[in-house]
C-alpha cells in the first residue's frame, strides 16, 4: 500500500515515540517500558510497527530512554532495516526526541505516533487517512482527532475545537472540547526550526502551527482507547478482547 500525499508525494518515513518512563502505568513499567507492555497478549509498540509498515512506511524511527536497552533488544531482534533506532541519554519528552531524531527522519513531512497509542481502524487505515489528508499548502502539523464522547476510558476535558476547513484551536477557558488529541500526526520539519535546546513538548510546535492558522485536523472514524493506568488497561482489554482475535503472528489492528 502508497501513502501519498494529495500533491503526489509519497510520507514513508515515521517516528515512534517510545522513551517515556510511563508512571502512571506504575507497578507495570517498573520493569517494562510502556511501548512493550502488552494489548492482549501484543506489545502495544509491535502492533503500531504493523500497522506502520502495512501501510508502506519503509523508514521508521523509534526513540528511546527510560529502560532503553529493551527498546533496542525489541528493534535488533526484528532484523528489520526499515527500523532505527534512535537512542537517547537524557530525557528530551516528545518535541525534544523528534528534534535529535531530525538527521535521520529528513526534510519531508513524517508522520509520529505516540508509542503507546491503542486504537482500531475502521474501513480505511488511520495512517492511510491521514496520509491522504494532508495538505502542504495549507498546514504545518495535522493531528488526529478522536471525538471526546467516543474515546474509550478518557476522562479529561477534551484538547481542540475545529471548524469547517479542519482548523484546529485549544480548549482555552471552556470546560470542555469535542475533539482529544490521538497521539498520531504528520509534522512538518520546519516546524522545528528555532525551538529550546534540550527537552520540550510538542505543543510547542503545535502552537507554532496554530499561529499561524496551519494547526489542522482530521477526525478518526474507528475506536481510540486510552490505556493510562493498569486498571484502564485491563478495561480496554476486556473491551477489546469482545472485538478482535489477535495472533503474535498475525498483523493485528489492535494498537
Known sequence: METRTETGMKITTAMVLAAGFGKRMRPLTDTTPKPLVPVLGKPMLDTILDKLKASGFDR?????????????????????????????????ETGGGVTFALPKLGDKPFVVVNGDVCWLDAVEPALQRLVDHWDADKMDALLLLQPTSRAVGYEGSG????????????????????????GIQILHPKLFQDVPDGAFSLNYVFDKALAKGRLCGLEHDGEWFHVGTPEGLEEVEGILRNKVQPSPSSDSRVS
Do not use: H, W
Open 159 to 182: 484538547d481542540f475545537t475545529m471548524n469547517s476547513d479542519g482548523c484546529l484551536a485549544r480548549r482555552g477557558g471552556s470546560d470542555n472540547a469535542p475533539f482529544v488529541y490521538a
Open 60 to 92: 521508521i524511527v523509534v526513540n528511546a530512554f527510560y529502560l532503553k536497552d529493551q527498546i533496542r533488544d525489541f528493534l535488533e531482534n526484528k532484523d528489520d532495516s526499515a527500523l532505527i533506532y534512535s537512542e537517547e541519554n537524557s530525557i528530551l
